[in-house]
């Protein structure tokens, strides 16, 4: 897997190369807007990580200008600049997710893996949680090697969180992506979806976070409601 | 008595000016008194002939009529000498009465009693002054036309004696005794009516929260208050312009420390990957762990100052709900309440659909979310809930901690004031970004106990 970092600062640059390439992802880390946009012309990236203020000239003018040649790579961009205004900017020149300095690594890895998976794999990836395993393609969902019977709003759910592992989706969103109608605050038909689910796929997996929405844990805990 | 007097009409404007009215009062009676006396001194206006010589006519024609019968004569002339007296109800006081002399050739047929007696007169048809063994006299007389009647008209020549009587009289001072209080009521009101503007001028100051910094708008429509208006806009400017400054400042050294943040925080962990030894791993568990306080340190600043600035600038407000704002910070939230095995539950019985700045209400809600999380037992629940109250929404935020003692309650909204003796570690900053945007929506905070009288309830109520 390639991927370009852009950042100008010497020693968050370099840590977060040494941090990745420890991850076993290999990276290009340039410190320039000139340096990458020659970058991007040499070699197809899976992925670009992009800072924002750089010393000639505004991040954002490369993801426009990526974007414009029609270029999918997926961007995460770092920043300093946490106000929601920034956020919104940054996401509606089609970066592909946002990431607030500081970040935890743990969160870094998480985020580059989730979108260079989704770069790789658009012929069909296969996500795995411990024993429970979906190939979005073949909308196959395995629980340790047994084929588990899914409907198609089960796969749907179960594919979002599944995606976004370790992180709570809540109510609201699920009922908009999922069920037919959108979200309504009466219904508990994505509570029968889920509980559909669980008994299809077994205990253990999907966490509710009472009043909030469910989550997918990549590590299960004990002592957590599942 | 009178210094406090002295003080109260001197330093108050509404005083000063009542006090410049009737000192014009004062003033333009004084001087009407003055053009009196000088009037008065001048020429008695009752002898002038053109009042005179109709009073002449009468009298002569009444002796000329009763020529032949001097006893009617007599009888008729002693009522008209008393109705001349009492005329200006004046009959006791011999420098205002008004008597007179009636002859028939050199004979006298009628003197008023008492002074001056028969005075001669010279001249007819004018005023005539006359002294009587040092006193002076004014006097008019007329000579009958078709007889040999002659009527002299006589009143006092001393002016200041007249001036003297009328005034022992009250017929000077007292309309001027009475009418000042007449006067100083309405000259107090319609002072305070006039002055007005400058009572809402001060009111309009005296209103304004302390960071409301924008121009005033009352009082450059008077031409007496614009300097003043311009002086404390100029004013307020100058302070907003440094303020806004301070603000930048703060914001950009807080933005300023997020890179070099994040560097130490990434070399750090990807060195903690190198190492097994669980010593050195502890240390860079707590190198990890400062920088992460340090950062939400700068965030929360930078939250602050972010609130401060929306502040200033009233900034945008949207219609939004709060089920789904909460429901989404606390998914948001939720990887922060795994660590420290929190359990998050959230009781929305109401969409709560209020007014609000997205941004300074998600910095409210995720600061109150932290802080539970941070201070509940491990193992233990979080609970939100949301519910309708009167015509608002109330929100509220339990967590089973160790609560904030009652005494404390007014203080933890400082900036920077920490509850002492506790062991996590933080900034003091949360609950001062929580007030500051409470204040701004309008909505009444409030910590009380939790349930079992245990733990902290943090109550918003939305109006």
């Known amino acids: 897997m390639n991927i370009l970092l852009v950042e100008d600062d010497l020693e968050l640059g370099n840590g977060v190369r040494i941090a990745l390439e420890d991850q076993g992802l290999s990276l290009l880390w340039v410190r320039r807007l000139g340096d990458a946009l020659q970058a991007l012309d040499s070699k197809p990236f899976d992925l670009v990580l992009l800072d924002l203020g750089l010393p000639d000239g505004d991040g954002l003018t490369l993801l426009a200008r990526l974007r414009r040649d029609g270029e999918t790579t997926p961007v995460l961009i770092l920043t300093a600049r946490d106000a929601l205004a920034d956020r919104l900017a940054g996401l509606d020149r089609g970066a592909d997710d946002y990431l607030v300095k500081p970040f935890a690594l743990a969160e870094l890895v998480s985020r580059v893996r989730a979108l260079a998976r989704r770069s790789y794999g658009m012929a069909g990836e296969t996500l795995e949680v411990r024993k429970l395993a979906l190939h979005t393609a073949t909308m196959r969902v395995t629980v340790d090697g047994k084929a588990a019977e899914l409907s198609r709003s089960e796969f749907d759910l179960l594919s979002l969180l599944m995606k976004r592992v370790d992180r709570v989706l809540t109510r609201r969103m699920l009922e908009e992506q999922v069920l037919p109608g959108g979200a309504s605050n009466e219904s508990n038909v994505l509570d029968v979806h889920i509980s559909n689910l669980r008994r299809k796929i077994g205990p253990g997996y999907i966490r509710t976070v009472r009043g909030v929405g469910y989550v997918i844990d990549r590590q299960d805990a004990s002592g957590d409601a599942s | ?463």
């Open chain 2, 1 to 463: 008595m009178l210094a406090r007097l002295r003080a109260v009409l001197f330093s108050s404007l509404v005083g000063r000016l009542v006090l410049a009215q009737m000192a014009l009062v004062l003033l333009l009676w004084v001087a009407a008194f003055g053009y009196l006396v000088y009037d008065t001194a001048r020429y008695d206006e009752i002898l002038e002939p053109r009042l005179a010589s109709p009073r002449a006519d009468m009298i002569l024609a009444v002796v000329d009529a009763l020529y032949d019968q001097p006893d009617k004569l007599a009888a008729a002339l002693k009522r008209i000498d008393v109705f001349q007296r009492r005329e200006s109800n004046e009959e006791d006081d011999p420098a205002l009465r008004q008597t007179m002399v009636v002859r028939k050739g050199d004979r006298i047929i009628y003197a008023s009693p008492g002074e001056p007696g028969p005075l001669r007169t010279q001249k007819l048809g004018q005023l005539e002054r006359l002294e009587v063994d040092g006193t002076p006299w004014r006097t008019y007389s007329q000579q009958s036309e078709v007889s040999d009647a002659r009527v002299t008209l006589i009143r006092s020549g001393h002016t200041m004696k007249i001036i003297f009587a009328l005034g022992s009289r009250g017929i000077l001072i007292l309309p001027l005794l009475i009418s000042l209080p007449f006067l100083v009521l309405p000259a107090w009101l319609s002072v305070r009516v006039a002055l007005r503007p400058w009572r809402r001028f001060s009111e309009e100051v005296e209103a304004r929260s302390p960071d409301d910094l924008a121009p005033l708008k009352f009082g450059s429509g008077y031409r007496e208050l614009r300097p003043l208006s311009k002086a404390v806009n100029q004013l307020l400017a100058r302070v907003a312009a440094s303020m806004e400054r301070e603000r930048s400042f703060i914001a950009d050294a807080a933005h300023e420390l997020r890179t070099p943040l994040a560097a130490m925080r990434i070399n750090v962990e990807a060195l903690r990957s190198h190492r097994d030894n669980p010593r050195d791993q502890e240390l860079l568990d707590g190198l990890v762990r400062s920088s992460a306080r340090m950062s939400r340190l700068v965030a929360q600043l930078l939250g602050l100052m972010r609130s401060d600035a929306a502040r200033a600038q009233n900034s945008t407000r949207e219609r939004l709900s709060l089920a789904a704002l909460v429901q989404e910070r606390l998914a948001a939230l939720s990887g922060l309440a795994r660590e420290r095995r929190i359990e998050l539950e959230l009781r929305a019985h109401t969409e709560g659909l209020v007014d609000g700045e997205r941004e300074g209400l998600t910095s409210m809600i995720d600061n109150l979310v932290e802080n539970a999380i941070k201070y509940a037992p491990a193992g233990s629940e979080v609970e939100l809930g949301l519910i309708e109250q009167g015509s608002g929404v109330l929100l509220w935020v339990e967590d089973t901690g160790p609560g904030i003692p009652e005494d404390l309650h007014a203080r933890v909204f400082d900036r920077f004031y920490r509850v002492p003796d506790q062991p996590q570690p933080g900034s003091g900053l949360g609950l001062a970004i929580v007030k500051a945007v409470a204040e701004r929506h309008g909505v009444t905070l409030r910590l009380l106990r939790g349930a079992d009288g245990q733990g902290l309830r943090v109550e918003l109520v939305f109006p």
